[in-house]
């Protein structure tokens, strides 16, 4: 219990006693009991109504326990996850006892919802990690502690389950004991509790058990209400994410979030990054009611004495000063089914905002069991590594140890608009800060000027042999005669110099693309329309293309000449090669080729002639042909 110092009216000032919230999960390998034990634990304690009580008995008859009270049913909600008995999706549970209340997060143990057990893990305070006493300490077991340390929790508890399996053997359970603390060494973890039970009978659940008097420890929801979970340590000064810039009338203009650190109050003077604009603070708004401060935790909106250049994703700060950068290194948890490959593009969101950013590098990943670093090219789905982002903008942010809310962050797949990872931030890299845009005084308006021309790049994509070499070499003879200026980048001409450090993994493969793109941006700020032929076989990385070179100068052109015609043509001799497995990784035959979905034209060159192509490209440029 904690005392409350309020004000209450015409009552004065009182003191109120107010129980302490503690928000913890349950996780571990599948079926070590996570839903059996929490299910218990709310049925001994009598935290359960009488019509819950009475259908989770009438549950279990139909259950698969011989009959026997089911606990796991009271949190496996979804049909799926009573016919399998897994558990699936994150169960959420809120109860309260003499001491203390609770919310509970009940986390599915198979691999396949590693993600799920994430999501549970990043809201809390401590983590509840059970493991089968007759199994032992197990990869799944390892990887839940190592993404609990990931996550920020601090306070471990080893639930060491079905004791009674084992007839409640000192022995072993002292041997996963040891395990355990010996991987939790390797973990920035504050405290590690470990203790004997047995969900399905109920020993040391919610009282002592007289099968362990070797164990002098608390039960587990007693250790629980007695823990000491301190506050996440964060500097005092005031941190206020911009979520929404509420502008009901001309009159009214408020800035809206949730604070998230600090406190603030009428006439402060607060900061906007990353504008750097200064301002006082007129208004405080909590709901529909005006206040003279705001509290931590607390969604507010403020209003200041002056218009200053505030939108979403703007932050708001006070006697504190975040990190302003655009390359951060970060240890992500990676949650998607394709793997991470460097050079890939994603949406970064941290806080309010989210910024196009791409993975640079991936320094290493690491070793579930040992905790080693591992070099790596790509990383797997549940894979723990640390990478290397750039993004397309300065991110305000902190460090993860300093600042949970401002260190934290997910990489949305730009295309399917699926998480792909989440992750802290470790630190920012000090060259981002270094390195300056220089502006020139010739632009690239007036080169284009001087050449008469708007410059963009035409890019060809598809298979081999398909004829972007012949069509590309056309349109620039074409466009030659018509005096405009040109620069061709062909795929084999450009891997013979710039590229000729790249393979055809798909790694080589994403790099080779963003160093032609880079190369074409370039010719287009030279006022050059820049024509590009290359197989680009990924999606992704022709749309990270069109965003490196610009929407409105990205024209994509495919090429979309069937695969037989291609290999019939096979004027190199490659896909004989590729079918005698000559050559690894040749796209259309041991690799993929991902087909645009929405190009500006698509030419079949066994239904147009190379004229009649390099027409059509002409009319849809709007290029006259005189």
């Given at each position: 219990?904690?005392?409350?110092?309020?004000?209450?009216g015409?009552?004065?000032?009182?003191?109120?006693?107010?129980?302490s919230?503690?928000?913890?999960?349950?996780?571990?390998?599948?079926?070590?009991?996570?839903?059996?034990?929490?299910?218990?634990?709310?049925?001994?304690?009598?935290?359960?109504?009488a019509?819950?009580?009475?259908?989770?008995?009438?549950?279990s008859?139909?259950?698969?326990?011989?009959?026997?009270?089911?606990?796991s049913?009271?949190?496996?909600?979804?049909?799926?996850?009573?016919?399998?008995?897994?558990?699936?999706d994150?169960?959420?549970?809120?109860?309260?006892?003499?001491?203390?209340?609770?919310?509970v997060?009940?986390c599915?143990?198979?691999?396949?919802?590693?993600?799920?057990?994430?999501?549970?893990?990043?809201?809390?305070?401590?983590a509840?990690?059970?493991?089968?006493?007759?199994?032992?300490?197990?990869?799944?077991?390892?990887?839940?502690?190592?993404?609990?340390?990931?996550?920020?929790?601090?306070?471990?508890?080893?639930?060491?389950n079905?004791?009674?399996?084992?007839?409640?053997?000192?022995?072993?359970?002292d041997?996963?004991?040891?395990?355990?603390?010996?991987?939790?060494?390797?973990?920035?973890v504050?405290?590690?509790?470990?203790?004997?039970?047995?969900?399905?009978?109920?020993?040391?659940?919610?009282?002592?058990s007289?099968?362990?008097?070797?164990?002098?420890?608390?039960?587990?929801?007693?250790?629980?209400e007695?823990?000491?979970?301190?506050?996440?340590?964060?500097?005092?000064?005031?941190?206020m994410?911009?979520?929404?810039?509420?502008?009901?009338?001309?009159?009214?203009?408020?800035?809206?979030?949730?604070?998230?650190?600090?406190?603030?109050?009428?006439?402060?003077?607060?900061?906007?990054?990353?504008?750097?604009?200064?301002?006082?603070?007129?208004?405080?708004?909590?709901?529909?009611?005006?206040?003279e401060?705001?509290?931590?935790?607390?969604?507010?909106?403020?209003?200041?004495?002056?218009?200053?250049?505030?939108?979403?994703?703007?932050?708001?700060?006070?006697?504190?000063?975040?990190?302003?950068?655009?390359?951060?290194?970060?240890?992500?948890?990676?949650?998607d089914?394709?793997?991470?490959?460097m050079?890939?593009?994603?949406?970064?969101?941290?806080?309010?905002?989210?910024?196009?950013?791409?993975?640079?590098?991936?320094?290493?990943r690491?070793?579930i069991?040992?905790?080693?670093?591992?070099?790596?090219?790509?990383?797997?789905?549940?894979?723990?590594?640390?990478?290397?982002?750039s993004?397309?903008?300065?991110?305000?942010?902190?460090?993860?140890?300093?600042?949970?809310?401002?260190?934290?962050?997910?990489?949305?797949?730009?295309?399917?608009?699926?998480?792909?990872?989440?992750?802290?931030?470790?630190?920012?890299?000090?060259?981002?800060?270094?390195i300056?845009?220089?502006?020139?005084?010739?632009t690239?308006?007036?080169?284009?000027?001087?050449?008469?021309?708007?410059?963009?790049?035409?890019?060809f994509?598809?298979?081999?042999?398909?004829?972007?070499?012949?069509?590309?070499?056309?349109?620039?003879?074409?466009?030659?005669?018509?005096?405009?200026?040109?620069?061709?980048?062909?795929?084999?001409?450009?891997?013979?110099?710039?590229?000729n450090?790249?393979?055809?993994?798909?790694?080589?493969?994403?790099?080779?693309?963003?160093?032609?793109?880079?190369?074409?941006?370039?010719?287009?700020d030279?006022?050059?329309?820049?024509?590009?032929?290359?197989?680009?076989?990924?999606?992704e990385?022709?749309?990270?293309?069109?965003?490196?070179?610009?929407?409105?100068?990205?024209?994509?052109?495919?090429?979309?000449?069937?695969?037989?015609?291609?290999?019939?043509?096979?004027?190199?001799?490659?896909?004989?090669?590729?079918?005698?497995?000559?050559?690894?990784?040749?796209?259309?035959?041991?690799?993929?080729?991902?087909?645009?979905?929405?190009?500006?034209?698509?030419?079949?060159?066994?239904k147009?002639?190379?004229?009649?192509?390099?027409?059509?490209?002409i009319?849809?440029?709007?290029?006259?042909?005189?």
């Open positions: 219990m904690k005392q409350l110092e309020v004000w209450n015409a009552r004065g000032r009182g003191i109120f006693k107010v129980k919230l503690l928000k913890f999960i349950t996780c571990g390998s599948v079926d070590d009991g996570k839903s059996t034990l929490i299910g218990h634990m709310l049925y001994d304690a009598k935290l359960i109504f019509d819950q009580k009475r259908a989770l008995e009438l549950d008859k139909l259950g698969s326990n011989e009959g026997e009270i089911d606990y049913l009271l949190l496996d909600g979804l049909m799926a996850e009573r016919e399998q008995g897994i558990t699936i994150v169960a959420y549970r809120y109860f309260t006892t003499s001491e203390r209340s609770f919310i997060a009940d599915p143990g198979h691999e396949q919802y590693t993600r799920n057990m994430a999501v549970g893990a990043s809201f809390a305070d401590v509840v990690i059970l493991v089968d006493a007759s199994a032992g300490i197990v990869k799944q077991t390892k990887r839940h502690a190592r993404i609990c340390a990931l996550m920020g929790i601090k306070h471990i508890v080893l639930a060491v079905k004791m009674d399996l084992i007839d409640y053997d000192r022995y072993i359970f041997e996963i004991a040891d395990e355990f603390k010996a991987l939790c060494a390797q973990l920035e504050t405290s590690v509790q470990i203790i004997p039970v047995s969900a399905t009978v109920g020993d040391n659940v919610t009282k002592k007289a099968q362990t008097q070797w164990y002098t420890g608390l039960s587990l929801l007693g250790y629980l007695s823990l000491e979970v301190g506050a996440q340590s964060i500097n005092s000064g005031f941190i994410p911009v979520q929404r810039v509420c502008r009901p009338n001309p009159q009214f203009r408020g800035f809206q979030g949730e604070v998230q650190a600090g406190t603030v109050a009428v006439g402060d003077t607060v900061k906007a990054l990353p504008s750097n604009e200064e301002a006082v603070i007129t208004k405080i708004l909590v709901t529909d009611k005006e206040c401060c705001a509290l931590q935790g607390q969604p507010v909106t403020i209003c200041t004495d002056k218009e200053i250049d505030i939108s979403r994703g703007s932050v708001l700060v006070k006697d504190f000063q975040p990190k302003v950068n655009n390359l951060i290194t970060a240890k992500i948890l990676w949650m089914n394709h793997k991470l490959v050079g890939r593009n994603y949406f970064l969101k941290c806080g309010t905002r989210i910024l196009p950013a791409t993975v640079i590098k991936i320094k290493h690491e070793d069991n040992t905790g080693k670093h591992i070099n790596a090219e790509v990383v797997h789905k549940n894979e723990i590594a640390e990478v290397d982002i993004v397309s903008e300065k991110l305000i942010f902190d460090s993860f140890k300093h600042n949970h809310f401002m260190g934290s962050f997910i990489l949305i797949d730009r295309v399917s608009n699926m998480t792909s990872a989440c992750g802290i931030i470790e630190h920012d890299i000090r060259r981002g800060n270094n300056i845009w220089h502006e020139t005084a010739v690239r308006e007036f080169r284009a000027n001087q050449k008469a021309q708007k410059p963009l790049t035409i890019w994509t598809g298979l081999s042999g398909s004829g972007k070499s012949t069509i590309a070499n056309a349109i620039e003879l074409r466009l030659t005669a018509m005096h405009k200026h040109t620069m061709l980048l062909d795929g084999d001409n450009v891997r013979h110099g710039l590229n450090n790249l393979g055809f993994t798909e790694k080589d493969r994403v790099e080779n693309i963003r160093r032609v793109a880079e190369v074409a941006r370039l010719m287009n030279a006022g050059l329309i820049t024509i590009t032929a290359f197989i680009s076989p990924y999606s990385d022709r749309e990270s293309a069109k965003k490196i070179i610009g929407s409105d100068n990205f024209v994509e052109i495919y090429i979309c000449t069937p695969l037989a015609e291609c290999e019939k043509r096979d004027v190199k001799g490659l896909y004989k090669k590729a079918r005698n497995n000559e050559i690894p990784n040749f796209t259309g035959i041991s690799s993929p080729y991902e087909q645009p979905v929405n190009p500006a034209l698509s030419i079949d060159t066994t147009l002639s190379i004229e009649e192509a390099v027409d059509m490209i009319d849809y440029l709007n290029l006259s042909r005189n």
